[in-house]
């Protein structure tokens, strides 16, 4: 029998609205609801924190973060998501530092760093890499910002090219040319209607491009990568 006192029974239904279901208000809630039920749970002032990031409040994000920290010195999860926030601000040497901690404290397995670095070293100079999960762009971030590999390579996740504040993060800190401005970003970068196979354009390229799989639309990081 569940307690509802208890935190743990707000952070798994906070799990199945944010991933399974994405519900990304109803998850965040869930998630602050078991900070107030357990105050003293890392494991959920992390996740209220990693869900504020992707809510764009991203100073409430850090303090959330640091109170896991602080409760448990050993968590190497935060560290992760405080580098990003960093990154976001622009402050790559205190981003290393929580790359190294993660690193550190076992949040990134030596083998994963490895395989990352080879994929690393194959990108032609001054090239954008694209990834999609955190295991394939956090390694890539620690090789670049904490032991200084490969810093001419991009490295672009396209998951995040869905959030406006991360395109706004590559055009001011990621040395690329974006060519969306500030008041195009909340307008322009949403889904778009595109049924069926078409033809599309772009710096005079040709080609015919589908909808993303399984959908009758460009998904907002298909608009951003166009």
Same mark, same amino acid.
């Given at each position: 029998?569940?307690?509802?006192?208890?935190?743990?029974?707000?952070?798994? &239904?906070?799990?199945?609205?944010?991933?399974? /279901?994405?519900?990304?208000?109803?998850?965040?809630?869930?998630?602050?609801?078991?900070?107030?039920? /357990?105050?003293?749970?890392?494991?959920? @002032?992390?996740? $209220?924190? =990693?869900?504020?990031?992707?809510?764009?409040?991203?100073?409430?994000?850090? !303090?959330?973060? /640091?109170?896991?920290?602080?409760?448990?010195?050993?968590?190497?999860?935060?560290?992760?998501?405080?580098?990003?926030?960093?990154?976001?601000?622009?402050?790559?040497?205190? !981003?290393? =530092?929580?790359?190294?901690?993660?690193?550190?404290?076992?949040?990134?397995?030596?083998?994963?760093?490895?395989?990352? =670095?080879?994929?690393?070293? *194959?990108?032609?100079?001054?090239?954008?890499?694209? *990834?999609?999960?955190?295991?394939?762009?956090?390694?890539?971030?620690? &090789?670049?910002? @904490?032991?200084?590999?490969?810093?001419? $390579?991009?490295?672009?996740?396209?998951?995040?090219?869905?959030? *406006?504040?991360?395109?706004?993060?590559?055009?001011?800190?990621?040395?690329?040319?974006?060519?969306?401005?500030?008041?195009?970003?909340?307008?322009?970068?949403?889904? @778009?209607?595109?049924?069926?196979?078409?033809?599309? /354009?772009?710096?005079?390229?040709?080609?015919?491009?589908?909808?993303?799989?399984?959908?009758?639309?460009?998904?907002? =990081?298909?608009?951003? *990568?166009?």
């Amino acid at each position: 029998k569940l307690r509802p006192e208890a935190a743990a029974p707000h952070l798994g &239904l906070g799990h199945v609205l944010w991933e399974a /279901e994405a519900n990304y208000p109803g998850g965040l809630a869930e998630y602050r609801q078991a900070v107030q039920l /357990e105050n003293e749970n890392a494991e959920a @002032s992390y996740f $209220v924190g =990693q869900a504020l990031i992707y809510d764009g409040k991203h100073e409430e994000a850090g !303090a959330y973060l /640091e109170q896991a920290l602080q409760l448990d010195p050993s968590y190497a999860a935060p560290h992760e998501k405080l580098a990003l926030i960093y990154m976001l601000q622009g402050h790559n040497e205190q !981003a290393a =530092q929580h790359w190294r901690e993660l690193k550190r404290k076992g949040g990134m397995s030596q083998a994963l760093v490895e395989f990352n =670095q080879n994929l690393l070293l *194959t990108v032609a100079e001054n090239g954008i890499l694209f *990834t999609n999960g955190e295991a394939d762009t956090y390694p890539l971030w620690y &090789l670049q910002m @904490s032991e200084g590999l490969r810093r001419d $390579v991009s490295v672009v996740n396209a998951g995040l090219l869905n959030f *406006t504040w991360y395109v706004r993060m590559l055009r001011a800190h990621g040395g690329l040319d974006v060519r969306y401005k500030d008041e195009e970003l909340q307008e322009r970068l949403q889904e @778009s209607a595109w049924p069926k196979p078409q033809p599309a /354009e772009i710096a005079g390229l040709r080609w015919i491009l589908p909808p993303a799989p399984g959908q009758k639309s460009l998904r907002v =990081q298909d608009v951003v *990568t166009l």
